[in-house]
């Protein structure tokens, strides 16, 4: 592909809308800043998930906990293990890497790390406005087979653990 032509035309706190431009095509492109996820497994194999509302879809979807690379310095894995504690209360015995994934690569240039913690345990309050949901990964595997798991870092996330 010939270097494009380049429109910024939104620059917000997390992302920021470019139009791109090259040999009479253009396409608009989300430049955002990037975010952690982790699939947190308890010592009895259960999986801490998160029920919360996501306004952009208009449902209160069931996730694993994640949140934005928004700390200056922090790499993808202590985001990861903050959120984990932040939105469920949970800490990690320990964390592995699961892969990464693009979040919707034919207009957002997102990355999400996703990771797997073990040996979960509670340690404090959730935080507010999350449901934390614990309940056997196989359950929740089947809840992505039957559609009822639909956001993406959690769809790969509980196929790539359960495959381990």
Same mark, same amino acid.
């Given at each position: 592909m010939t270097s494009p032509e380049v429109e910024r035309v939104y620059e917000g706190p997390i992302f920021r809308v470019e139009v791109l431009?090259?040999?009479?095509?253009?396409?608009?492109?989300?430049? =955002?800043?990037?975010?952690?996820a982790i699939l947190p497994l308890t010592g009895d194999g259960d999986v801490v998930?998160?029920?919360q509302e996501r306004e952009a879809v208009g449902e209160r979807l069931l996730e694993?906990? =994640?949140g934005l690379?928004?700390?200056e310095g922090e790499s993808p894995e202590d985001a990861a293990r903050r959120e984990l504690e932040e939105e469920t209360g949970y800490g990690a015995g320990s964390i592995e890497p699961l892969g990464r994934i693009h979040t919707s690569p034919g207009f957002v240039d997102e990355v999400c790390h996703?990771?797997?913690a073990r040996d979960c345990n509670r340690r404090g309050d959730h935080e507010e406005g999350m449901e934390v949901v614990v309940m056997p990964i196989d359950e929740a595997v089947g809840m992505v087979d039957r559609g009822e798991i639909t956001d993406s870092k959690t769809v790969a996330a509980l196929l790539l653990a359960a495959r381990r």
């Open positions: 431009s090259w040999s009479g095509k253009t396409r608009d492109v989300v430049r =955002a800043l990037g975010a952690s998930l998160v029920r694993i906990p =994640a690379l928004d700390v996703l990771f797997l």
